[in-house]
């Protein structure tokens, strides 16, 4: 029996971290020192990646015309559920990774594998179940969304993907933080077995980034720290928070994402970080994955800010997480376009 517990005191975030955070960089980050390449795989996982990337772009294209329409997406999904595409883009993505990790001859790939098999597919695939077990009736357009965010996160992690379609990600197009409400808050999340309600809170309305590729850079942070929320809260709800910082002239967004945790989890956070809990964003331990998650959104972060030293940016102020009464709370920043 999930615990019943009050929501955080989110007048409090503000707080968090510094309204002054310097930046290093010119240009906007796109994640380009974490970017791979197909032959930085090996020869299996190349198969694999362009089979689950195939899969998913033909369901994209059919569900774009048609994924407000609770019928005709419902229908689609029907029948990819039932061709021999679904149980196949499960077992693909079960194995993908393991021939790269196995090999010694091909370049260190495990935040790229990580993200590639986690991001948004994590939530999409326990949807996509519940569906095909018809205890998700109405689909409504949150599949569409895992599958464009993921094709995305794929393209950014692998740019010889899909050339094409990587050249467009790469042009510049404004972002709003709208486009992160719309999704976030339409339905709830599966990123675990159980559902999970996200409960949004944004107080900026302005452009976010300027591209699709620095879209999917920065979803990369948010879905490692949502899919890990989500895993964790104790009562089946994440709250995410989108702050402008400062508040009157903003130079940055403040992400804040928090979810309720058990007694049993608290001491264990507790015990494992007596000084400061965001030692737990530098990476390696886990309560059950393997603890890249976080170290990718920090370093993500700082990257944004053109910082390379994990102490440098800890210290800053420009991520951090924190034991908040009954929630584990993190967050990080994000610069804005005119910053």
């Known amino acids: 029996m999930p615990l019943s517990l009050e929501a955080p005191a989110q007048e409090e975030w503000r707080a968090l971290g510094p309204s002054h955070l310097p930046s290093q960089r010119v240009t906007r980050y796109q994640g380009e020192n974490e970017r791979r390449f197909l032959r930085d795989f090996a020869s299996e996982d190349r198969r694999l990646l362009s089979a689950i990337y195939q899969t998913l772009i033909s369901l994209y294209s059919e569900l774009k015309p048609f994924y407000h329409d609770q019928g005709r997406s419902g229908e689609i999904l029907q029948r990819f559920i039932a061709s021999e595409k679904y149980p196949g883009l499960s077992n693909q993505m079960r194995y993908f990774g393991h021939a790269t990790q ?5 370049p260190d790939c495990a935040r790229a594998i990580h993200d590639l098999r986690g991001g948004a597919f994590q939530a999409l695939s326990l949807r996509l179940e519940l569906f095909s077990s018809s205890l998700e009736t109405s689909p409504g357009a949150q599949i569409f969304f895992l599958v464009r965010d993921h094709l995305k996160i794929m393209r950014n992690c692998v740019a010889d993907l899909d050339a094409e379609r990587f050249a467009k990600d790469s042009a510049r197009k404004a972002h709003a933080a709208s486009l992160l409400v719309e999704k976030w808050s339409m339905a709830e999340f599966n990123a675990v077995a159980r559902p999970v309600k996200v409960s949004v809170n944004c107080l900026y309305e302005g452009t976010l980034c300027e591209s699709c590729l620095e879209f999917s850079t920065l979803d990369r942070v ?29 130079e940055h967004v403040r992400f804040v994402i928090a979810n309720a945790i058990s007694p049993l989890h608290r001491n ?14 530098r990476g390696g331990f886990t309560t059950g994955g393997h603890g890249l998650g976080t170290r990718i959104s920090a370093d993500f972060c700082a990257h944004a800010y053109g910082v390379e030293d994990f102490e440098e940016a800890r210290n800053t102020g420009y991520f951090g997480a924190k034991l908040d009464r009954n929630f584990f709370v993190t967050w990080f920043h994000w610069p804005l376009e005119n910053h």
């Open 222 to 250: 948010l879905y490692n720290l949502m899919n890990n929320a989500a895993e964790h809260t104790s009562d089946g709800k994440v709250y995410l928070s989108l702050l402008p910082i400062p508040e009157d002239k903003p």
């Open 102 to 106: 196995a090999s010694s001859s091909v």
């Open 268 to 281: 264990v956070l507790a015990t494992a970080f007596p000084g400061d809990l965001t030692d737990l964003l």
